[in-house]
C-alpha cells in the first residue's frame, strides 16, 4: 500500500474551504489586543491560555454552550478597525494553510453595539479580505467570498438577505443562517429565502447539526437551500445492515442524487456532540456512499483547527490517500457559490496540477 499523505504535504497542496465562521477563527493574540483597546475582559490575557480556554470551553458537548465562546471575539469585533484587522488576518491564515478558494461567513448584525451600519460592516470585512488576499507581490494568494449569515434566532434575515444582494458583485457570494437549531426552524426565515431565490442568488443553511431531518429536509424542500451546513444527521436516514450494505430513505437518496453539497466539519461536530469522535464521524459512511462531500474546519480558533488539519484527521482515521483528499477538494470548488467557469478554471488550472504535482513527483 501507498504511503500515507503527511500534514506538511497536506498543507502544501491546494484547497478549498467553504464553511468558515470569521468569528469563530480570529487569532488569539488579537483578541487580546482588540481586548485591551475596547476595554473587554476575557477569561485569559496570555495568548496561549486564551487558546486553551476557547478549546476547552469549545468542548461543551451541546451546540448552545460551544456557541455561548463567540462573546469573546463578537464582543471586540465592533469598529471597522477590528473588523478589517480580523478578516486580513483570516484570509492570511487560510492562505498560509494553503487554501486557494475560501467561503467566509459571519453575521453582520452582531457588529452593530458601538454604531456601524450593516453596510459599514460589510464593507469593513471586505476591505480586511482584499488586503490580506494580496501576497508581497501584490498578486491574489487567496480567493475570498463572503457569505452573509443571518442568527436563526433573531428576525432580521430579510435585511441581511437584501444586504447579500447589494453586495453580491463586490465579494459576497451568498448566504447563511446559523445559531441554535432547535426550536428555530429555516421555515421561521422563507421569506428571506424565497426572496433569494426570486433573486437567483446563492445561499447554505445550517441543518441537521443538533436537529435531526425535519431540519435538512425544511432547508432544501421548503427553502430551497444549495447546500447544506453540516448536515451530518442525513445518516438518520440511511439504514447499513451488517454486512456493510446501505439503504437510503428517500430524502438521503434525495439529497444524493440531487448532488447537494454537505459542508462537513468534523472536529467541530466532535465538540457539539454532533459526532462521537473523528472515527465513528458520518462523513466515513458518506464519502463511501458518494455522497457530494467537502471537509470544513467550521471554526478554527474553537475547534483549533485548519483544512490541513482536518485533512490529517481524517488520513489517520480513515487512511485516506490523495485520490480522497482531491475528491473532497474539487466536490468543495465544485460546489461554491462563484460562477462555473471560475470554479472550472480553478479546478483545472490550479487544484489539479497541484495534487498531480504531489502524488506524482517528477
Ligand atoms: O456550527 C455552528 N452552528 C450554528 N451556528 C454557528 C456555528 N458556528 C458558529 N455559529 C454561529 C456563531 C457565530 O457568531 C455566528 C456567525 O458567524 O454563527
Ligand atoms: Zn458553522
Excluded at 38 to 43: Q, S, V
Excluded at 164 to 192: C, Q, S
Excluded at 292 to 308: A, E, Q
Aim: hydrophobic share 45%.
Amino acid at each position: 500500500m501507498s504511503r500515507l499523505p503527511t500534514p506538511e504535504e497536506i498543507r502544501a497542496v491546494p484547497k478549498v474551504l467553504l464553511h468558515d465562521h470569521l468569528d469563530g477563527g480570529v487569532r488569539p493574540a488579537t483578541i487580546i489586543d482588540l481586548a485591551r483597546d475596547y476595554g473587554h475582559t476575557l477569561p485569559s490575557t496570555d495568548a496561549d491560555g486564551l487558546a486553551s480556554w476557547f478549546r476547552e470551553a469549545s468542548n461543551a458537548g451541546s451546540l448552545e454552550r460551544y456557541l455561548e465562546t463567540f462573546a469573546h471575539t463578537v464582543g471586540v469585533m465592533q469598529t471597522r478597525e477590528a473588523l478589517v484587522r480580523v478578516a486580513a488576518e483570516c484570509a492570511e491564515d487560510l492562505a498560509d494553510d494553503g487554501v486557494v478558494y475560501a467561503e467566509v461567513r459571519y453575521a453582520p448584525e452582531l457588529h452593530t453595539s458601538n454604531g456601524l451600519s450593516l453596510d459599514q460592516v460589510v464593507e469593513a470585512v471586505l476591505e480586511g479580505f482584499r488586503l490580506g488576499s494580496a501576497g508581497p507581490d501584490g498578486r491574489p494568494r487567496i480567493r475570498v467570498g463572503t457569505l452573509l449569515t443571518a442568527m436563526r434566532h433573531q428576525a432580521r434575515s430579510m435585511e441581511i438577505a437584501e444586504l447579500a444582494v447589494r453586495y453580491r458583485d463586490v465579494g459576497v457570494v451568498g448566504f447563511d443562517i446559523a445559531g441554535a437549531e432547535a426550536g428555530y426552524p429555516p421555515t421561521r426565515h422563507l421569506d428571506a429565502f424565497e426572496y433569494l431565490q426570486r433573486e437567483n442568488a446563492h445561499f447554505t443553511i445550517h441543518a441537521g447539526e443538533a436537529f435531526g431531518l425535519p431540519s435538512i429536509w425544511q432547508a432544501i424542500q421548503w427553502c430551497g437551500a444549495d447546500r447544506l451546513g453540516h448536515g451530518v444527521r442525513i445518516i438518520d436516514d440511511i439504514a447499513v445492515s451488517a454486512d456493510g450494505e446501505a439503504k437510503l430513505g428517500r430524502l438521503a437518496a434525495y439529497v444524493r442524487d440531487k448532488r447537494i453539497p454537505l459542508e462537513m466539519c468534523p472536529a467541530s461536530n466532535v465538540q457539539t456532540g454532533a459526532a462521537a469522535s473523528i472515527a465513528e464521524h458520518p462523513i466515513g459512511l458518506l464519502r463511501r456512499l458518494h455522497f457530494r462531500v467537502t471537509v470544513n474546519t467550521d471554526n478554527r480558533l474553537m475547534s483549533d483547527t485548519s483544512v490541513s488539519r482536518e485533512f490529517a484527521s481524517l488520513v489517520d482515521a480513515f487512511g485516506y490517500g490523495w485520490d480522497d483528499l482531491q475528491w473532497f477538494t474539487v466536490n468543495a470548488m465544485k460546489s461554491a457559490f462563484i460562477p462555473f467557469d471560475e470554479r472550472l478554471a480553478l479546478i483545472n488550472d490550479v487544484i489539479k496540477p497541484g495534487f498531480a504535482a504531489m502524488a506524482r513527483p517528477a
